[in-house]
């Protein structure tokens, strides 16, 4: 029988989805047979372990990923690059304020300028509206 672990708070970034990751990672090498499940329409569990890029060939049209992946790309330097995924966040939803507020950062920046952890906004957006669609996974 398998076990099943969960871990909850209703507190945000209180190191859930890190938690479930790290612990995945930890029984799996210890040589346990896991499934980590992501639930969250943040889908943060699912890029971390498939990165934000495969995220979006999932689901192209998830805001969210597009602005993680800004934010990975602005923390590289490439300010570009960048840009263009605040774009397609914005361009799916315009009212997603991250992206908005992540954009104004990086615009600020010069290319090959790496943006700084603390700087960037984080937040729990939406994330009830994107709970409420249920085709919310495999929608492109
Ligand atoms: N043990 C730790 N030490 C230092 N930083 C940590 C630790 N665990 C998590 N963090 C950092 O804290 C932040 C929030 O973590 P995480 O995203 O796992 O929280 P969460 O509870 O899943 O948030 P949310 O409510 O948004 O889903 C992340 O930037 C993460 O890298
Ligand atoms: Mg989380």
């Known amino acids: 029988m398998a076990k099943q ?12 989805t890190t938690t479930t990751f790290n612990l995945g ?3 799996a090498k210890k040589g346990k047979r896991v499934i980590i499940v992501d639930c969250d329409p943040q889908c943060n569990l699912t890029g971390m ?3 934000f890029k495969k ?3 999932i689901n192209k049209n998830h805001p ?6 800004g934010i990975c790309l602005a923390m590289l330097g490439k300010k570009e690059e960048s840009l263009k995924a605040f774009n397609m966040a914005l ?3 315009p009212s997603y304020s991250p992206a908005k507020t992540n954009r104004i950062l990086v ?3 010069k290319e090959g300028e790496e943006l700084k952890e603390e700087k960037f906004v984080s937040i729990n ?13 495999n929608k492109n």
Request: charged share 20%; glycine share 8%.
């Open 5 to 16: 672990i969960a871990l909850f708070n209703h507190k945000g970034g209180v190191s859930k």
């Open 25 to 27: 990672w930890m029984l």
């Open 49 to 51: 372990v498939l990165g």
């Open 55 to 57: 995220c979006l060939e």
């Open 64 to 69: 969210q990923s597009w602005g993680n992946l």
């Open 91 to 93: 361009a799916i939803d």
């Open 107 to 109: 615009e600020s920046l």
């Open 125 to 137: 957006f939406n994330k009830e509206k994107f709970l409420h669609q249920k085709s919310f996974v």
